[in-house]
C-alpha cells in the first residue's frame, strides 16, 4: 500500500512539459490587436504632424513675450554720467536705450568735460574750444583720453624697445611712407589701413553749396583715420627703400641682424593682394628690408604719437 502510495505521489509530482515558443505557430499565439478607425488614423498622422509645428509655436511664443522692463532714456543718460571709458562698449551692448545714449552728442561732451583739463602738452585740435564743432567729436574725445586718463595713457606707455612687434599689421595695405632723421637715427614710417575697400571720399570736405554738407558737418563719428596704424622703424643710418604705396603687407619678419647681435633686421613682404607665401608667388612679391635696426614700434589712430609723427609730413612739405 505504501509503495502504491509512493508512486502515486511520484506521479503527481511529475510535471507536464510544454512544448517551447519556438515549436508553435501563429495560431496557437493569442494576439489581440486593437483596430483603429480610418478617423482615428487620420487624427494620429494629424497629430504626429502637427507637433513639431506645436514645439515651433511655442519656441516662437517664448522668444516674443516680453518680461523685461522698458526704462526712459532720461534714466540712461543719467548712469552714463557714472560710465568709465573703458566700459562704453559694454554700456552700448545693454539694451536700445543705452546704445541710443551712446549715438549722442550730449554722451561724448559730458564725457570730455569729465576728464579734460587745461594741460600744455595737448593738441590744439583737442582742447576744450572743439567741443563747438560736432564733426569727429568722438574721436577726438577718444584721443583726448590717451592724454590725460590715466588707464589710457598707461597704455601707451611701452618699457620694451620691441614690445610692440608689427606682426598685427599682416594684411593691411599701405597708404603712405615717408622717413626722417632725428639727431643721430633715421626714422622710416610706413602708415597701414586694415580692409582693402578705402573710401577716399569720406576724407574730402564738402562745400557749403553741396546737399550732403549739413550731414557731413554733423557726422559724430567722422575718422578717416579710423583702422589705421603707423608704423616707426628707428635706424642707426639711412636705407634706400623701394615704393611699397598700395601694396598689403603678407610677412613681417624680425630676426637678428646679420652684421651685429646688437641689432635686429625687419623684412617687409609686399604683394598687391594678401595671399599665402610660396616658392611659386615669391619672386613676383617685393621685399622690403632694413637692416640694423634700433627699434619698432606701432601707432593706433588713438595713441598720441600717431597726430605727431602725421604732423612731419606737414612740416616738411611747409
Known amino acids: 500500500m505504501s509503495k502504491h502510495i509512493d508512486k502515486k505521489e511520484i506521479s503527481s509530482m511529475v510535471v507536464v512539459e510544454e512544448p517551447s515558443w519556438f515549436d508553435k505557430d501563429l495560431d496557437d499565439f493569442d494576439i489581440t490587436v486593437d483596430k483603429m478607425t480610418d478617423s482615428e488614423s487620420d487624427e494620429s498622422e494629424e ?15 517664448d522668444n516674443t513675450c516680453t518680461c523685461g522692463v522698458v526704462y526712459p532714456v532720461d534714466v540712461w543718460f543719467q548712469l552714463a554720467r557714472f560710465i568709465y571709458p573703458e566700459s562704453v562698449t559694454t554700456f552700448a551692448l545693454l539694451c536700445r536705450g543705452t546704445n541710443a545714449v551712446v549715438h549722442t552728442v550730449q554722451f561724448w561732451k559730458t564725457t570730455y568735460l569729465r576728464y579734460y583739463c587745461d594741460a600744455a602738452d595737448i593738441p590744439n585740435d583737442l582742447r576744450q574750444q572743439a567741443l563747438d564743432c560736432i564733426h569727429g567729436l568722438r574721436a ?25 612687434e608689427p ?9 603712405l611712407t615717408w622717413h626722417k632723421k632725428i639727431k643721430n637715427v633715421w626714422s622710416f614710417y610706413f602708415k597701414f589701413r586694415k580692409g582693402d575697400n578705402v573710401d ?33 622703424v628707428t635706424c642707426p643710418g639711412f636705407t634706400p627703400l623701394p615704393i611699397v604705396m598700395g601694396l598689403i603687407l603678407n610677412g613681417v619678419y624680425l630676426n637678428v641682424s646679420h652684421g651685429s647681435m646688437r641689432y635686429h633686421r625687419l623684412k617687409l613682404v609686399m604683394d598687391t593682394s594678401f595671399r599665402a607665401t610660396s616658392k611659386k608667388n615669391q619672386m613676383s612679391m617685393h621685399e622690403l628690408v632694413l637692416d640694423p635696426v634700433l627699434e619698432v614700434r606701432v601707432y593706433p589712430w588713438w595713441h598720441p604719437s600717431f597726430t605727431d609723427t602725421q604732423s612731419m609730413i606737414l612740416t616738411n612739405e611747409s
Open 167 to 175: 606682426h598685427c599689421l599682416v594684411g593691411q595695405r599701405c597708404l
Open 200 to 232: 577716399l571720399s569720406s576724407n574730402q570736405r564738402c562745400s557749403l553749396k553741396s546737399r550732403n554738407f549739413e550731414k557731413w558737418h554733423q557726422d559724430l563719428f567722422y575718422n578717416p583715420d579710423n583702422n589705421c596704424s603707423i608704423l616707426e
Open 47 to 61: 497629430h504626429v504632424k502637427k507637433a513639431p509645428n506645436m514645439k515651433k509655436m511655442k519656441k516662437l511664443q
Open 140 to 164: 577726438r574725445t577718444i584721443r583726448m583720453l590717451f592724454y590725460m586718463y590715466r588707464p589710457f595713457v598707461n597704455r601707451t606707455k611701452t618699457m620694451v624697445p620691441f614690445e610692440n
